[in-house]
C-alpha cells in the first residue's frame, strides 16, 4: 500500500453531485467509483486524486439506482493506469494465485447481500470495496480494504476472507500491472464480424460469441467467449451503450449493432 487516504463516498465535497442524474447522488451510488479511486491514488501519477476527479470520467458507467456496471470498473482501472483481470467469485483458488502473481495488490472486490461466516454484514445489496495489499497467513488469506460505505470496513483492519468474506464475494477486479492510461478504443478498427441484432440475455449461438468477441477488443472486458449471452455480457453491453450514447439496457439490438459496426 502506497497511500493511505480513504474516501467515503457520503463526504459533503462530492455526496451531493449526480451519478448519473441528480435523483441518484454519488453518496447513495458511488462506491464503484471511489473503489477505482483508492486504487487510481496508489499511483504517483493519480496520488490527489478524490472520487469528485475519478467521477468526471466514471459516471458514464453509472446506472439509475444501481451504482456502477461491473465493466465499467475494469474501464475506470484501465484508464488510470492499470491492467485487469476481472472474473466472477467461483473459484477463489484462481484469484488467489493471480492475486499472488500479480506484482501490485489492489483492486476491487464486489460483495452480495449474503453475511460473512463470522456475520460481518457488508451490504444489503450490493457494494464495491477496494482491497490495496494482500497476504497469507497460517492458510488464510487476508485483503488490506478500504470501504467508502458507511460500515467502514477499513480503518487499518485487514479483512480475513475465510473468517468474514466468504460465500459474499461475487465478483473480483485484480491489478495485475500498470501501463500508460488508455481512453477507449476509437481510432482502431474492429476486424472481426459484427452480429445480426437482436441479442439478449438468455441468447446463444455463434452471434453472441461474434459478440463478445468485439466487447473484448473494445473494452478489454474478459468475457469468456463461449457463446452464451448471461449477466457479464449483459453487463459489458450496458457499459458499451453508455459509452457510446445509446440506451444502456443491454439489449445489442439495431441501434447497438449500428454504432458497432462504426468500429469497423
Known amino acids: 500500500m502506497n497511500n493511505p487516504t480513504i474516501y467515503r463516498q457520503a463526504d459533503s465535497r462530492w455526496g451531493s453531485l449526480p451519478y ?3 435523483a441518484y447522488s ?10 477505482v479511486t483508492h486504487c487510481a491514488i496508489e499511483l504517483e501519477k493519480y496520488k490527489n486524486f478524490t472520487p469528485a476527479d475519478v467521477r468526471k470520467f466514471m459516471v458514464q458507467f453509472a446506472t439509475k439506482g444501481h451504482g456502477t456496471l461491473w465493466a465499467g470498473i475494469s474501464k475506470g482501472l484501465v484508464n488510470y493506469g492499470f491492467t485487469v483481470h476481472w472474473r466472477s467469485a467461483d473459484s ?3 484469484i488467489f494465485k493471480v492475486i499472488e502473481a500479480s506484482p501490485i495488490k ?3 472486490i464486489l460483495f452480495g447481500s449474503t453475511n460473512g461466516p463470522d456475520g460481518t454484514v457488508w451490504t444489503k445489496g450490493g457494494h464495491y470495496i477496494s482491497f490495496v495489499d494482500y497476504k497469507v497467513e497460517n492458510g488464510k488469506h487476508y485483503f488490506y480494504l478500504k470501504d467508502s460505505g458507511g460500515r467502514k470496513h477499513d480503518g487499518w483492519k485487514w479483512g480475513c476472507y475465510e473468517k468474514s468474506m466468504k460465500g459474499d464475494v461475487r465478483q473480483v477486479w485484480i491489478c495485475t500491472g500498470t501501463k500508460e492510461a488508455q481512453p477507449a478504443p476509437v481510432e482502431r ?3 472481426g ?3 445480426k441484432p437482436t441479442l439478449k440475455k438468455g441468447s446463444s449461438g455463434t452471434g453472441v460469441e461474434n459478440w463478445q468477441k468485439f466487447l473484448n477488443w473494445y473494452g478489454s472486458y474478459g468475457l ?3 457463446g452464451k449471452f448471461g449477466p457479464l ?7 458499451f451503450q453508455a459509452a457510446n450514447g445509446l440506451t444502456d439496457d443491454g439489449i445489442a439490438g439495431p441501434k447497438t449493432m449500428e454504432k458497432a459496426k462504426t468500429f469497423k
Open 92 to 94: 477463489m483458488a484462481d
Open 189 to 191: 478498427k474492429y476486424t
Open 20 to 22: 448519473p442524474t441528480k
Open 193 to 195: 464480424t459484427i452480429p
Open 26 to 35: 454519488f453518496a447513495g451510488n458511488g462506491c464503484g467509483c471511489c473503489a
Open 224 to 226: 469468456k467467449v463461449d
Open 106 to 108: 489492489c483492486g476491487v
Open 233 to 239: 455480457t449483459k453487463e459489458a453491453t450496458r457499459a
